[in-house]
């Protein structure tokens, strides 16, 4: 059996899977597809596990129905055995999670499910562009929601036993969305590791968390209409604690010679002990007191600075990935109309800059090696143009970036 599938980006959210890293934007290859094989040893895993799927209150009408086209993924065996931590500075991230692709998306999409998000906000108390950014991030505004066949591929790592009893939790919470008529076993598709949908729900978080906003009877957050799904992400933050009216954090400049022992979510203070050390809006004027919060410097003094409120701490119930929670919360102030972060990046290990980087990968592009976009992040593509062009001109492969190699591609 086949399972054909779309890309899917940033798996497992609304819950985290441990089989993620933290936050890193994962897009795998377009036209992938999903094969079952025989596998005797899943066969024998799926019958002792029957009696204790029932023993939780899953109905066997329900196990066959589930399981009748399942088989074992050797696909999603590969993907857990293989996935690559990717270390992403905040301006990589902010690059491909606030890309002006994505940005442009998004306020089309914010437009066009723009009284569908109001009616949530207003229910709820979750900021509309939150919600809208999550999406985004999750599924490029489902444009990616994955075509991976849930029950096979969480059975699949169940029996894998790496992390079994995680998966057979998500197994089961499968089985009783399926019981519960929410959807069918052909429309239950995710990613390889069992997130749903355009926010990227796993099943145990969509059985705490999910609703049914549109009143169609259903909790439906694989439909090409997203309504369901949007709504179930501001419950799951609505109570995970959001304040109502509190923004995720500002951009601030900090005062010469902050010390930045004080930075980090560990280290709280109120609007006026920040104000009374210099701390400043980069947009100007005085702080606005949201109550306590914190100073953010994810890429040191040189760097941007944020101030950080409660509400950055109910996202990371989404997602813990600081670099996540500042992407979901820049994209949704660039969705309102915000402009992009004021502060400079600093150059990075090989002494480039954003700008030096894109020109890199442009040159290589034009000298006839494939850097893919030239969107200054150095990634696998980058790195393998970078060595087919010094093994071209017998230069030691490193498949590093260098002020030198951006000059020699002059």
């Known amino acids: 059996m086949t399972f054909t599938r779309r890309n899917t980006i940033l798996m497992g959210a609304a819950g985290m899977l441990a089989a993620c890293s933290g936050g890193a934007l994962h897009l795998p290859p377009a036209g992938e597809t999903w094969r079952t094989e025989p596998n005797p040893g899943f066969d024998a895993w799926v ?6 799927a029932q ?19 050797p696909g999603v065996i590969e993907r857990d055995r ?48 939150i919600v809208a950014a999550v999406w985004g991030l999750e599924s490029r505004y489902g444009e990616r ?31 009783k969305i399926l019981q519960s008529a929410d959807t069918t076993p052909e429309r239950m598709t995710g990613s390889w590791a ?15 968390y999910a609703v049914d906003f ?9 439909s090409d209409d997203p309504t369901d799904a949007l709504a179930s992400t501001a419950a799951y933050l609505r109570r995970s604690g959001w304040t109502r009216g509190q923004p995720w954090g500002i951009e601030v400049a900090l005062p010469e010679g902050f010390n930045p022992a ?48 409660r509400n950055f701490t109910v996202i990371t119930r989404y997602n813990n990935a600081e ?8 994209l949704s102030d660039r969705i309102r109309g915000a402009g992009p972060l004021q502060a400079r990046f600093p150059p990075d290990r090989h002494g480039l800059t954003k700008d030096d980087r894109i020109a890199l990968q442009r040159r290589l592009n034009a000298a006839g090696f494939d850097a893919g976009d030239a969107d200054g992040v150095i990634g696998a593509k980058t790195q393998e143009a970078i060595r087919a062009w010094q093994r071209r001109n017998g230069i030691a492969v490193t498949g590093e970036p260098s002020r030198e190699l951006l000059a020699q591609l002059g």
């Open 323 to 330: 670099n996540y929670v500042i992407g979901v919360g820049h």
């Open 262 to 309: 004080l930075a980090g979510r560990g280290t709280t203070r109120g609007t006026s002990a920040w104000a009374g050390m210099g701390v400043r809006p980069v947009a100007g004027g005085s702080l606005p007191d949201h109550g306590a919060g914190s100073i953010l410097m994810p890429m040191g003094a040189r760097g941007p600075a944020f101030l950080v409120f």
């Open 47 to 52: 019958a002792a596990f029957r009696p204790r």
């Open 145 to 175: 929601r994955g075509d991976a066949p849930v029950i096979s591929a969480v059975s699949t790592l169940a029996y894998d036993g790496r992390r079994g009893s995680f998966f057979e939790s998500q197994l089961i919470a499968a089985l």
């Open 194 to 208: 069992g997130a749903m949908g355009h926010t990227q729900f796993i099943p145990t978080s969509y059985l705490a």
């Open 55 to 73: 023993a939780q209150g899953i109905s066997a009408a329900t196990l066959d129905r589930a399981f009748r086209g399942a088989g074992y993924l």
């Open 214 to 222: 549109d009143g169609d009877g259903r909790r439906d957050i694989w």
């Open 82 to 129: 293989n996935q690559t931590e990717f270390t992403r500075t905040l301006e990589d991230y902010l690059s491909i999670a606030a890309s002006d692709e994505r940005i442009s998306k998004g306020r089309a999409a914010f437009q066009r499910h723009n009284a569908t998000l109001q009616a949530i906000e207003s229910r709820y108390g979750v900021d509309a562009p």
